[in-house]
Nanobody, 119 residues
């Protein structure tokens, strides 16, 4: 069984910063793509950023230049540094991992962490 544990959400004022962390534990032998999704109230879940095992990042246009995704392969962890936050960034953020476990290919989701941007 593989679990993702997220941390770092909270309340921040517009223009502020937060750093989200996600660590994978359990029987996962290889991790391919790691990413962050978000879901705002009344909206569909969207991909915010993803990073390959080789470190190549990809971002949704709305966060380019403000968010930075990174990963630590030794710790099976992925991070999302969020700067210049806007009220429209308010959402539940979910960590997502694609990898190989004992039963083959797997996709795992974190429990979600709430980010609220408000004055």
């Amino acid at each position: 069984q593989v679990q993702l544990v997220e941390s770092g959400g909270g309340l921040v004022q517009p223009g502020g910063s937060l750093r989200l962390s996600c660590a994978a534990s359990g029987s996962i032998f290889s991790i391919y793509v790691m990413g962050w999704y978000r879901q705002a109230p009344g909206k569909q879940r969207e991909l915010v950023a993803a990073i390959t095992s080789g470190g190549s990042p990809n971002y949704v246009d709305s966060v380019k230049g403000r968010f930075t995704i990174s990963r630590d392969n030794a710790k099976n962890a992925v991070y999302l540094q969020m700067n210049s936050l806007k009220p429209e960034d308010t959402a539940v953020y979910y960590c997502n991992v694609h990898g190989m476990g004992t039963r083959g290919y797997l996709e795992v989701w974190g429990q979600g962490t709430l980010v609220t941007v408000s004055s």
